[in-house]
């Protein structure tokens, strides 16, 4: 432990923790475009620049290690100077359709525009003119938003382990692209959309049949169901209905999902969506209660079990099921029906 000081509170910190890490412990807000804790420290943007006493130049806090006795100013005069101007330079070639992006209300440039008191371009910058990329079914990239944060290209390296993007040239021409600069359909992109959970401002966005804002959604925190990892995301609910996804940044995923979990939500609003229990009635099915339902099928296997045996029953798990739900499912079939006849599908 080594003892520092930040914005004139001092306090003891892990000398292994970097200067943001020590200021996120103590709840010191420090602005961010390119860190996440997930990543190697990558130190690109230079928003998080902050003035420590003895060094000449202001220290980029997510990549900065704490040292004993280091004073550490977060909001200094110079540090506010820095970090507009480079507030500045990234708003001098982006685009300013945020009234019509989707992204507004969660974009970080936005949000720190604001925050610094940006109003408008200082700087006389050219505006990019790629095109965008809608090959993927699940999202865009418009890389006229891009800030070059650099965090989708290493979230496809260091956490999705598929290297599908990197940053192609160099300076004003410098961009996110795929080998033989090849759309992303046909890449060795798996469409996860881990990249587009990860982007800070509107350069990758899902395709969503509904348009929304971040503030008329609500966030209900569920397991996806798509296998048994027990993956935890938030569906966006606006109006009743799931309109997108976010993976959450906590056990067992920290904050990454498949293509099925973050695109493959839309069967939740299907009109074909069963709702209650059907059973058979005069040869077709109608509602019933869950009562119901259970006495019909308790009443069968008790019947069926007194008649023929405990080993006329067989039993199907499912990898859609948490371990939790599988583990029930054969305690269930040995212990009181009284069978080992038990498979899995191993599969989807």
Known sequence: MVNITINGITFKADKELTILQAAN???????????????VPHAACRICVVEVEGLRNLAT????????????????????KARKNTLELLLSDHP??????????????????YEYDIKENIYEGKQHQFPIDASIPFFYRDQNKCILCGKCVRVCHELQGVGAIEQMERGFST????????????????????????????????????KF????????????????VGCQMELLVKNNRVVGVQ??????????????????????????????PLIKKDGRFVE??????????????????????????????????????????????RAVIGTNNIDHCARL
């Not at 704490?66 to 506010?80: A, L, Q």
């Not at 692209?177 to 881990?194: I, P």
């Not at 259970?294 to 859609?320: C, H, N, P, Q």
């Open 25 to 39: 412990q103590k709840g010191i807000d420090i602005p961010t475009f390119c860190y996440d804790r997930r990543l």
């Open 61 to 80: 806090a997510c990549s900065t290690p704490i040292s004993e006795g280091m004073v550490i100013h977060t909001h200094s005069e110079k540090v506010i």
């Open 96 to 113: 300013l359709d945020c009234l019509t992006c989707e992204k507004s209300g969660e974009c970080k440039l936005q949000t720190y525009c």
């Open 175 to 210: 961009y996110v692209g795929t080998a033989f600069q090849m759309d992303l359909e046909n890449s060795v992109c798996v469409s996860c959309g881990n990249c587009v959970s990860a982007c800070p401002v509107g350069a990758l966005l899902p395709k969503s049949k509904e």
């Open 213 to 228: 804002r971040l503030w008329e959604v609500s966030k209900v925190k569920t397991t996806c169901s798509y296998c048994g």
């Open 247 to 276: 993976p959450v940044d906590g056990v067992p995923n920290e904050g990454m999902l498949c293509v099925k979990g973050k695109f493959a939500y839309s069967f939740v609003n299907h009109r074909d969506r069963l709702k209650t």
């Open 288 to 333: 019933a209660s869950w009562d119901e339902a259970y006495t019909l099928i308790t009443d069968k296997i008790v019947e069926t079990k007194g008649k023929y045996g405990s080993d006329v029953f067989g039993a199907l798990a499912s990898a859609r099921c948490t371990n939790e739900e599988n583990y029930l499912m054969q305690k269930l079939f």
